[in-house]
């Protein structure tokens, strides 16, 4: 089993950047799809990008499409989300997530607990 362990989550501006990493131990990143979703107090955990297992095919949450991008290091066994013009809405718990599906799968997928593997989160808070 992939363990999974998110950071680089913090306090930033409306406007500003943040990357995010998912660092995985235990099994090699290579076989997974891999996918970030967000957890805001109060509402269900959404989607937000999922990438292939080599990195080639990617899908965003409309929310996020033209701000955020996904992408992996299979050799440094971590996969990123650049987050960039923060808004005050994308303030959430940022989950990364592992599974032997594909990305399309984890991008529709209704039932999140099904998914292989979760990381603890890390809180992104933007403020106004």
């Known amino acids: 089993q992939v363990q999974l362990v998110e950071s680089g989550g913090g306090l930033v501006q409306a406007g500003g950047s943040l990357r995010l990493s998912c660092a995985a131990s235990g099994r090699t990143l290579s076989i997974y799809a891999m996918g970030w979703f967000r957890q805001a107090p109060g509402k269900e955990r959404e989607f937000v990008a999922s990438?292939?297992?080599?990195?080639?095919?990617?899908y965003y949450a409309d929310a996020v499409k033209g701000r955020f991008t996904i992408s992996r290091d299979n050799v440094k066994n971590t996969v990123y989300l650049q987050m960039n013009n923060l808004a005050p809405e994308d303030s959430a718990v940022y989950y990364c997530?592992?599974?032997?599906?594909?990305?399309?799968?984890?991008?529709?997928?209704?039932?999140?607990?099904?998914?292989?593997?979760w990381g603890q989160g890390t809180l992104v808070t933007v403020s106004s």
């Open positions: 990438t292939s297992k080599g990195g080639g095919i990617t």
């Open positions: 997530a592992a599974d032997r599906g594909t990305a399309q799968a984890i991008s529709i997928t209704t039932r999140t607990s099904t998914l292989d593997a």
